[in-house]
């Protein structure tokens, strides 16, 4: 059994920052083995990629966030974070954090960020 645990989220003033976590909590290998992603959703909209990275540590960012946001991972603590810098009222959603393994796609229960003008 595989489970993500978002953390992080909140409501913050445009130019600011914040730090979303992603814990996973499961057996054996996985998330060493697991590539990783944030997601996010704003209302009426579809859920669209931010950011991932390669479980060998290679990084892919949705253009509107390049630069900005930074997606880590420490498979010590077996976390995923997303340190989002000069947040915009347009990054305001919920993020959900995405685990892929094989041919198995794993998802938290998001955490909402709200970024205020």
């Known amino acids: 059994q595989v489970q993500l645990v978002e953390s992080g989220g909140g409501l913050v003033q445009a130019g600011e920052s914040l730090r979303l976590s992603c814990a996973c909590a499961?057996?054996?290998?996985?998330?060493?083995?697991?590539?990783m992603g944030w997601y996010r959703q704003a209302p009426g909209k579809q859920r669209e990629l931010v950011a991932d990275?390669?479980?060998?540590?290679?990084?892919n960012y949705a253009d509107s966030v390049k630069g900005r946001f930074t997606i880590s991972r420490d498979n010590a603590k077996n976390t995923v974070y997303l340190q989002m810098n000069s947040l915009k009222p347009g990054d305001t959603a919920v993020y959900f954090c995405?685990?892929?393994?094989?041919?198995?796609?794993?998802w938290g229960q998001g955490t909402q960020v709200t970024v205020s003008s």
């Open positions: 995405n685990a892929h393994f094989g041919r198995s796609d794993y």
């Open positions: 990275i390669t479980r060998d540590g290679d990084t």
């Open positions: 499961a057996s054996g290998i996985f998330f060493s083995f697991a590539d």
